[in-house]
């Protein structure tokens, strides 16, 4: 209560409700400091730092009156000009920066105390290799199986990424470990998968790895996953938006599938089937489950790129991971709602990563009298899901900084980031006829057509009950799949939607060579030469 200056102003006549009153803020220490930080994130840039707002500017008012929204813009009608497109694409680019750099902390993981058991006879056998990300709850390092051994581990993969939990943290990764095994008995491509069961931490583990037993031992700090490298979608996405080089749209719809399948297995448990003549099939379980698995962390960085199969035409197969940051929730969205327990709430609302909450968490509506009867607040489900799908599409879609016009400075800012909070519009849907609240200010800019961006823009709804649901997304991709490859529309080249590497360089110098014309005959007894690369490159990873 000390850095409330003077006493708490009473509420306004004539209105009763849940107030800050003395007593709440007693209760909840930490409530002044994270109202800021939501109105700053609703509201940023608006005043300066370290004034937003006083608590006697805020306390009064707090939850006291119903929830009124100020007139909308209306959606872009006529998109912007983007950017030229060269005529002649450098490959490959400079590698981008990384936005982070692993410190002395992450880097110690990759010593041999941290090496992988359980899966090789001999632990020394690993190397460990590089760091692949890190976060506030665990840090993902890359081992590999030496090759001076003499014998192979007891899993087929030479390389695998191990995340460990930071022993400062606020949990290990026991419901992390509990969803992936039980994915491992769901039939998907789409989803990351666990190579070995995880291990529960003995006393000799505590005090191998320095962690103290009474707080470690008994728990899980170590799960040993799938290596894909070819990265995440935002790695991608970065490296196409350092050429200036937008995906082909059919590419888009295949990434757009991949994520409503690896969605699919988070509310059904399974993914979504195609009957003989093309119709989404409604998942045919006996009992439906009675809770949904709701991902508070999609976004481009949580989803890899593994392997293509026959049914992605040579563009990888995306599969969604990190499930750090999940939740269950009741399967019917009715029985989903605010719990008005304002710890509780908030710490919801902070799930996942600042930039890519989804509306149920960052609306201000959280500050009104009605929140829980709102159409928003706390409806956490499978549409929250969906949101952060389009989000990822929204930012996929987007690969440039628009300088060419009034706005060049903010523009550059905000283009290849999620949708901004504070910019929602009026949207409708010319597919679907349809008016909502919608958020993604530059998606209406983008050389795509009105199909996709209305779909996208349809996930962006801020209210969840109005965004398309599983089994709709899965047929309109699916027709507008079956329309462009009918009308002759080609995905991107694998070797651009791979790392640049000197395979992948020389199979594109080898089909602008074929582009180029007749190439002269080879030299006698060697004729097949100047094709050889490419016919070998062009069915890599095609497991027939």
Request: hydrophobic content about 40%.
């Given at each position: 209560?000390?850095?409330?200056?003077?006493?708490?102003?009473?509420?306004?006549?004539?209105?009763?409700?849940?107030?800050?009153?003395?007593?709440?803020?007693?209760?909840?220490?930490?409530?002044?400091?994270?109202?800021?930080?939501?109105?700053?994130?609703?509201?940023?840039?608006?005043?300066?730092?370290?004034?937003?707002?006083?608590?006697?500017?805020?306390?009064?008012?707090?939850?006291?009156?119903?929830?009124?929204?100020?007139?909308?813009?209306?959606?872009?009608?006529?998109?912007?000009?983007?950017?030229?497109?060269?005529?002649?694409?450098?490959?490959?680019?400079?590698?981008?920066?990384?936005?982070?750099?692993?410190?002395?902390?992450?880097?110690?993981?990759?010593?041999?105390?941290?090496?992988?058991?359980g899966i090789g006879k001999r632990p020394a056998n690993w190397r460990g290799n590089k760091v692949l990300g890190f976060g506030g709850q665990g840090t993902?390092?890359?081992?590999?199986?030496?090759?001076?051994?003499?014998?192979?581990?007891?899993?087929?993969?030479?390389?695998?990424?191990?995340?460990?939990?930071?022993?400062?943290?606020?949990?290990?990764?026991?419901?992390?470990?509990?969803?992936?095994?039980?994915?491992?008995?769901?039939?998907?491509?789409?989803?990351?998968?666990?190579?070995?069961?995880?291990?529960?931490?003995?006393?000799?583990?505590?005090?191998?790895?320095?962690?103290?037993?009474?707080?470690?031992?008994?728990?899980?700090?170590?799960?040993?996953?799938?290596?894909?490298?070819?990265?995440?979608?935002?790695?991608?996405?970065?490296?196409?938006?350092?050429?200036?080089?937008?995906?082909?749209?059919?590419?888009?719809?295949?990434?757009?599938?991949?994520?409503?399948?690896?969605?699919?297995?988070?509310?059904?448990?399974?993914?979504?089937?195609?009957?003989?003549?093309?119709?989404?099939?409604?998942?045919?379980?006996?009992?439906?489950?009675?809770?949904?698995?709701?991902?508070?962390?999609?976004?481009?960085?949580?989803?890899?790129?593994?392997?293509?199969?026959?049914?992605?035409?040579?563009?990888?197969?995306?599969?969604?991971?990190?499930?750090?940051?999940?939740?269950?929730?009741?399967?019917?969205?009715?029985?989903?709602?605010?719990?008005?327990?304002?710890?509780?709430?908030?710490?919801?609302?902070?799930?996942?990563?600042?930039?890519?909450?989804?509306?149920?968490?960052?609306?201000?509506?959280?500050?009104?009298?009605?929140?829980?009867?709102?159409?928003?607040?706390?409806?956490?489900?499978?549409?929250?899901?969906?949101?952060?799908?389009?989000?990822?599409?929204?930012?996929?879609?987007?690969?440039?900084?628009?300088?060419?016009?009034?706005?060049?400075?903010?523009?550059?800012?905000?283009?290849?980031?999620?949708?901004?909070?504070?910019?929602?519009?009026?949207?409708?849907?010319?597919?679907?006829?349809?008016?909502?609240?919608?958020?993604?200010?530059?998606?209406?800019?983008?050389?795509?057509?009105?199909?996709?961006?209305?779909?996208?823009?349809?996930?962006?709804?801020?209210?969840?009950?109005?965004?398309?649901?599983?089994?709709?997304?899965?047929?309109?991709?699916?027709?507008?799949?079956?329309?462009?490859?009918?009308?002759?529309?080609?995905?991107?080249?694998?070797?651009?939607?791979?790392?640049?590497?000197?395979?992948?360089?020389?199979?594109?110098?080898?089909?602008?060579?074929?582009?180029?014309?007749?190439?002269?005959?080879?030299?006698?007894?060697?004729?097949?030469?100047?094709?050889?690369?490419?016919?070998?490159?062009?069915?890599?990873?095609?497991?027939?």
């Amino acid at each position: 209560m000390a850095n409330i200056p003077g006493p708490v102003p009473p509420p306004p006549p004539g209105v009763a409700g849940p107030f800050a009153t003395p007593a709440f803020l007693t209760a909840n220490p930490t409530f002044i400091e994270q109202y800021r930080g939501w109105y700053g994130y609703n509201n940023p840039g608006s005043i300066p730092a370290g004034t937003i707002p006083l608590p006697a500017a805020f306390i009064p008012s707090w939850r006291a009156a119903n929830f009124v929204r100020a007139p909308l813009p209306l959606d872009f009608v006529a998109p912007l000009l983007g950017p030229t497109i060269p005529t002649a694409i450098v490959f490959p680019p400079a590698p981008p920066l990384p936005f982070e750099i692993p410190a002395a902390a992450q880097l110690a993981f990759l010593n041999p105390p941290f090496a992988p058991r359980g899966i090789g006879k001999r632990p020394a056998n690993w190397r460990g290799n590089k760091v692949l990300g890190f976060g506030g709850q665990g840090t993902v390092c890359l081992w590999e199986w030496s090759p001076k051994a003499t014998a192979r581990p007891t899993i087929d993969q030479l390389q695998v990424a191990v995340k460990i939990a930071t022993p400062t943290g606020v949990g290990d990764l026991g419901l992390e470990a509990a969803t992936m095994m039980a994915h491992r008995k769901i039939e998907s491509d789409h989803i990351a998968r666990l190579l070995a069961p995880p291990k529960i931490l003995t006393r000799a583990d505590c005090v191998r790895e320095g962690l103290l037993p009474g707080v470690w031992q008994g728990r899980i700090n170590r799960l040993m996953m799938e290596y894909y490298p070819h990265g995440s979608l935002d790695g991608l996405r970065r490296r196409r938006r350092a050429r200036n080089f937008p995906f082909e749209e059919l590419t888009l719809w295949r990434i757009f599938e991949c994520l409503v399948d690896g969605c699919s297995v988070l509310t059904y448990d399974q993914e979504l089937k195609m009957s003989s003549v093309g119709n989404v099939l409604v998942p045919a379980v006996q009992v439906p489950p009675l809770r949904t698995t709701v991902h508070f962390d999609l976004k481009p960085h949580n989803i890899f790129a593994a392997i293509s199969n026959k049914e992605h035409d040579g563009i990888p197969v995306y599969k969604i991971g990190d499930f750090g940051g999940i939740l269950k929730v009741d399967s019917n969205p009715l029985n989903v709602k605010a719990r008005n327990v304002w710890r509780v709430d908030n710490a919801m609302r902070l799930q996942g990563t600042r930039g890519y909450y989804a509306p149920e968490q960052f609306t201000p509506r959280w500050d009104s009298k009605d929140f829980r009867t709102s159409p928003v607040c706390g409806k956490y489900g499978t549409a929250t899901n969906v949101w952060g799908i389009g989000v990822i599409m929204y930012q996929v879609c987007i690969p440039f900084s628009y300088l060419h016009n009034s706005q060049a400075k903010a523009d550059a800012i905000y283009t290849s980031a999620p949708p901004r909070p504070h910019r929602p519009f009026s949207y409708t849907s010319a597919t679907t006829g349809e008016t909502f609240v919608s958020y993604g200010q530059f998606l209406a800019r983008q050389n795509y057509s009105g199909t996709i961006k209305d779909l996208i823009a349809e996930c962006l709804a801020e209210i969840p009950g109005q965004r398309p649901g599983l089994i709709e997304l899965k047929t309109r991709i699916r027709d507008n799949i079956a329309l462009l490859k009918a009308n002759g529309a080609t995905s991107d080249k694998w070797y651009d939607m791979e790392l640049p590497d000197p395979e992948s360089v020389r199979a594109e110098a080898t089909d602008i060579a074929l582009a180029a014309g007749p190439i002269a005959p080879p030299p006698a007894g060697n004729r097949r030469a100047p094709f050889r690369k490419a016919n070998l490159k062009a069915t890599r990873g095609w497991p027939y």
